[in-house]
């Protein structure tokens, strides 16, 4: 054989060993399961991907992968790191206080990880006719789309309702953005609260739709237009996303697993992750996660208090 394709061969070889080394390093690795009850198609996925991704090539020792698991209000994900606490995380977020509220999960059983950040929401008309948030205050009712009984968005609502001296009357959907679309005809839905990543996507199919106001801490940087709640003095909780695990989780290993996450946040760029998904900048500057997560709980709690009525009585 000539001396060059013998080269060839040998860099061939090479290369495969390499790679093998690689993928039996990979299958040594301890497989940690991110459960993400958000969905494939959510806007806060690219996010997280983009987190395991990176968390991977940072170290050798866990093989971070992604686990779907939605429906029955982000429970499903709480009870199943139960099952394996050494094994599993959970992404949470507003919404859980359903599954807290129906005695489904208790959140003295779980740790926070990591915070994720707050996601920013928009208040969107679908008549066309409204071009600022004040003129609420024409209507005999504010119909409003939401995705979660008692979640952050539905008590955005009873607040816009409170302001503007507007009775609120809710309909609740678990769907995408179309099927809420297609049904607000049939049921007189006037306004929705929604991500303002699908906005413009939906926007374009309906020219009618207007953006109202955002439902997060400060003003969207793509649309820096649109003013927030709290700039018409209403106040509301924001959505924001956590990583947590099961208390029994060992301890050394989970400040690990926190240590490597922060690392591929840094890495990443905090620019690029708010840039891929619909999430501004964490508000809890100078805080603990763990601050950041009881703050987040008891800003909800307040809230959902003051509306206990509300949500005894749809």
Partial sequence: MPKRNQKMLDLIRF???????????????????ISNPLGPTHSGTPHIVAMIDKANSLQSRYNFVQEFRVGAFESISLRHILTAPDRY??????????AVDQGFVKLENYVPVFSQGDSCWMVIALTGKDRDLASIRNLKEIVVGTPALGGATHLAALEIGRKYNVPVRMIVFRSNFDALINMAANNGVNFVIERVANYQQYK???????????????????????????EYGITSPYIWQQLVASRDMDPTRRQEIKEIITRAELALGREHIFRISDQIPPIFAGKTTEQHYQDSWNRLRYQRTKWQDVFRNP
């Fill in 204 to 230: 374009d199919k309906n020219p009618n739709m207007q953006m109202l106001a955002a439902q997060c801490p400060t003003r969207y940087p793509g649309l820096p237009e649109i003013p927030t709640l709290g």
């Fill in 15 to 33: 290369f495969i060993f390499v790679l093998f080394l690689q993928s039996t390093q990979v299958l040594a690795r301890e497989i940690i399961v």
């Fill in 89 to 98: 995380l959970a992404m949470i977020t507003n919404t859980t206080a359903e």
